[in-house]
C-alpha cells in the first residue's frame, strides 16, 4: 500500500524520514540525516519554523519560513539562494519537530538547534550574496580555464 505523506500523518501522527537533496544543509545532510515532522495544526506557523509542503502537482518540499505575511509565507531552504513566495497554509501539511544525527535525536528546543535556526536566520542576506559572488567567481574561472 503506497501512503502519500497526508495519509501517514493521519495515520500515524508523526512522520521521521530521510529527506533528499541539499537544500537544508548543513542542518540535513542527504542520506545521512532524518528529519521529525507532525502535522501542521490550525494556528499560524511563525519565522523560523520548518516545514514540509506540497508544491503542485506533487512535489514536497521541507523549508524554512523567512517571512509570514498576512495570507501567505515565505520560504527558504537553508542551503538555497531564491525565495518561495505565496505559500499558504493549505500547502503546509507537516512542521519539523526535530531531527535525527549520527543516531541521536534532536528537538527543536534543543539549545544548538535554537542558536543554529537563529543564525541561519539573521544571516540570509549575507548568505545569499555570498553564494552568488562564489558562483560568478567560479563561473569566471571556468571560461578562463577553456
Known amino acids: 500500500m503506497v501512503f502519500s505523506y497526508e495519509d501517514y500523518l493521519d495515520e500515524y501522527g508523526t512522520l521521521t524520514y530521510s529527506n533528499v ?4 544543509m548543513p542542518l540535513l545532510r542527504q542520506g545521512k540525516d532524518l528529519f521529525i ?7 499560524r506557523l511563525k519565522v523560523g519554523d520548518v516545514v ?29 539562494l531564491y525565495k518561495e513566495y505565496g505559500i499558504r497554509d493549505e ?6 519537530t526535530g531531527f535525527v544525527r549520527n543516531g541521536r535525536e534532536y528537538g ?7 542558536a543554529y535556526s537563529f ?8 548568505r545569499v550574496l ?10 569566471i574561472v571556468r571560461r578562463i580555464i577553456k
Open 52 to 80: 514540509l509542503y506540497r508544491r503542485p502537482p506533487d512535489k514536497y518540499v521541507l523549508h524554512r519560513i523567512v517571512e509570514v505575511r498576512p495570507d501567505d509565507y515565505v520560504i527558504l531552504g537553508d542551503n538555497c
Open 91 to 96: 500547502d503546509i501539511i507537516a512542521v519539523m
Open 21 to 24: 537533496g541539499t537544500s537544508m
Open 119 to 126: 543564525c541561519i536566520l539573521h544571516t540570509v542576506g549575507l
Open 108 to 114: 527543536i528546543s534543543d539549545f544548538r538547534y535554537r
Open 37 to 43: 515532522a507532525s502535522p501542521k495544526g490550525s494556528e
Open 130 to 139: 555570498l553564494k552568488r559572488v562564489w558562483f560568478k567567481f567560479k563561473r
